[in-house]
Nanobody, 126 residues
Framework: HVQLVESGGGLVQAGDSLRLSCAASGRTFSGRTFSLYAMGWFRQAPGKEREFVAGIGNGTDYADSVKGRCTISRDKSESTLSLQMNSLKPDDTAVYYC?????????????????WGQGIEVTVSS
């Protein structure tokens, strides 16, 4: 059972930067180590569907809406996933979720992720 806990959210102004972190803990799935899980960040804005933001696994992948402004990374020794977000916009306001899947390859599809964090709020004021 893998547990994911997000941190680093909050209220910022447009143009600011924010770094989200996700700490993974718990038993590995089928003996796999954290580094063999593909991880992703998703977000859900008020009144909207949850959407893919960024993923890391066999490479990195970004939604067009954040490409060039966000960087996903992970510290394998610490089992943490991060999302550095720069030049934030009010449209980035959402609850951000960390997710993990029991496969090495990236995915943009939320139904391919087995483990989810509880989510953390990010609010960007104009």
């Amino acid at each position: 059972h893998v547990q994911l806990v997000e941190s680093g959210g909050g209220l910022v102004q447009a143009g600011d930067s924010l770094r989200l972190s996700c700490a993974a803990s718990g038993r590995t799935f089928s003996g796999r180590t954290f580094s063999l899980y593909a991880m992703g960040w998703f977000r859900q804005a008020p009144g909207k569907e949850r959407e893919f933001v960024a993923g890391i696994g066999n490479g990195t992948d970004y939604a067009d809406s954040v490409k060039g402004r966000c960087t996903i990374s992970r510290d394998k020794s610490e089992s943490t996933l991060s999302l550095q977000m720069n030049s934030l916009k009010p449209d980035d306001t959402a609850v951000y979720y960390c997710a993990a899947r029991q496969w090495y390859y990236n995915s943009r599809h939320e139904d391919e992720y087995e483990y989810w964090g509880q989510g953390i709020e990010v609010t960007v004021s104009s």
